[in-house]
């Protein structure tokens, strides 16, 4: 089985590419939904969370508060590499299981953070980037998170640029304009990796 990465910064539309892949009817193993579940109460990387920084991480009800984790992981780079140190290898183990079940000849691997170090990359055949102009990402994300102008910009400086992304891409998809073309050019990409072999 071939395995597509995708990735893309945030607001770029990566969701909206992976749903139509899953409309498609391919396997879609997404890093963003795995992330969320190996942090669940009763989860070790949660339990490994709190030890690091804290219960303040948590809600009352002793699940993760993520916007209490989101502030101090953005709050220095020591920060998030201890965050990361910790959520990376529970993510990467449940990504391979995930594909492992797998059925089709291709499936797709969401990863909002790949970069050309990442273990993630070695695991793919090919790999499709999603994009679209700044100014487009900033107002998805602040219309879609209610997040201010300035925390949409700080997520968005932690991140890849595109211009890296782009670096080691197989594909492109510019997502500035209507649902219609990127729903055509995902169709497009579709039958071409459905024909690799």
């Known amino acids: 089985m071939n395995i597509i990465g995708l990735s893309g910064g945030i607001g770029s539309g ?17 890093t963003d939904v795995i992330a969320r579940k190996v942090v669940e109460p009763g989860k070790p990387a949660l339990d490994s969370l709190v030890q690091e920084f804290g219960s ?6 002793g699940s993760l508060n993520r916007s209490n984790l989101r502030e101090l992981a953005f709050a220095s ?21 995930q594909i492992n079940q797998s059925e089709g000849s291709y499936c797709i691997v969401v990863v909002p953070l790949l970069y050309k170090e990442s ?10 980037i ?24 700080q997520i968005m ?15 492109v998809i510019k997502n500035d304009s209507s649902l219609e073309h ?16």
């Open 14 to 30: 990566k969701t909206v590419v992976s749903d139509h892949f899953g409309h498609l009817g391919v396997s879609v193993v997404d």
């Open 56 to 61: 303040s991480i948590l809600n009352s009800d």
């Open 119 to 128: 273990p993630f990359l070695a695991m793919m055949n090919r790999v499709l």
């Open 182 to 197: 990127v729903y055509r050019e995902v169709e497009v990409l579709h039958e071409t990796y459905s024909s690799l072999t």
């Open 77 to 97: 780079s020591s920060n998030k590499r201890r965050l990361d140190a910790i959520t990376h290898p529970a993510i990467r183990i449940e990504t391979v299981k």
């Open 130 to 153: 999603v994009t679209a102009d700044r100014e487009v990402k900033i107002a998805r994300v602040q219309k879609r998170n209610n997040f201010s102008r300035d925390q949409v910009i």
């Open 157 to 171: 400086d932690t991140q890849l640029s595109d211009e890296k992304r782009l670096e080691f891409a197989d594909d």
